[in-house]
């Protein structure tokens, strides 16, 4: 039987700052989205939602990197990728993180998209 533990982050509304932290595995210290573990982890993430919740489209970036970072070579998920009004993105897939990786991003709008993904949280 599988260790790692089912998890749920989000939903958060992506601001415009392109270099917001959104998600980082939980260490001994703390983490981002997720926390309370007393030891260090890593995430698999296997589904991100990003949804549009007004009549306008709105862009959205995502990077996995250092913290507060969006570094060339590090774009995951979108690079100004627009999502139509009242409408989502989905992406499925497999990309683990551990505790140095950040999940960082933002949206071309204030607070117009909301994030929330799922995935499986393991202990180092």
């Given at each position: ?59 959205y970036s995502?990077?996995?990197g250092a ?58």
């Open positions: 039987m599988a260790a790692n533990k089912i998890v749920r982050f989000g939903p958060v509304a992506l601001t415009i700052t392109l270099t917001t932290n959104i998600l980082n595995p939980p260490t001994l210290s703390g983490g981002i989205g997720l926390q309370g573990t007393n030891n260090n982890s890593y995430l698999v993430i296997r589904h991100i939602r990003i949804i549009n919740k007004t009549a306008a489209a709105v862009t995502l990077w996995i913290t507060g970072a969006n570094a060339a070579g590090t774009e995951f998920m979108g690079q100004a990728t627009s999502i139509a009004g009242n409408s989502r993105d989905d992406w499925y897939g497999l990309v683990r993180l551990d505790v140095a990786d950040f999940l960082v991003g933002g949206a071309g709008t204030a607070t117009a998209l909301t994030i929330e993904g799922e995935g499986e949280i393991g202990v180092v």
